[in-house]
């Protein structure tokens, strides 16, 4: 189920593979990976119920240049609601579904043995 991507390095390959695994084991059903188009691209389209939930995936090492959560800024998120926008009158869902976005963070965990911390913030913000 998880296959090779336009992701450029491998630990974000690994990042987004691991948020997809989370989410299904949650439920959520998969719509699209890496859909791009001229405005940006979005990690995950997932569907929850009756609901179009568009995921960021970042990972971070650590925070010496902030937080994963952190690097989804103001301008990040307007290129995400542009491209979800998109994504939405491409596939005539516009009317259909309520939508939100969410952001999957990914850190090493402490010990470095126990993998991966995944955390998962519902409604990260609005469009």
Not at 14 to 21: G, R, S
Not at 38 to 65: A, P
Request: hydrophobic share 35%; proline share 3%; net charge positive.
């Amino acid at each position: 189920m998880f296959w090779t991507s336009k992701i450029r390095n491998k630990k974000g390959y690994d990042a987004e593979n691991q948020a997809l695994a989370h989410l299904l084991s949650e439920g959520l059903k998969l719509r699209e990976r890496n859909y791009a188009c001229k405005l940006g691209e979005l990690d995950l389209v997932m569907q929850e119920q009756e609901t179009i939930v568009f995921v960021e995936v970042r990972y971070r090492n650590g925070e010496k240049f902030g937080s994963a959560a952190e690097s989804v800024h103001h301008q990040k998120q307007k290129r995400l609601c542009n491209t979800a926008q998109h994504y939405l009158q491409t596939f005539k869902l516009t009317d259909r579904f309520p939508c939100r976005f969410d952001t999957i963070t990914i850190q090493p965990a402490s010990p470095p043995d126990k993998g991966n911390k995944v955390s998962w913030i519902k409604n990260a913000f609005g469009a």
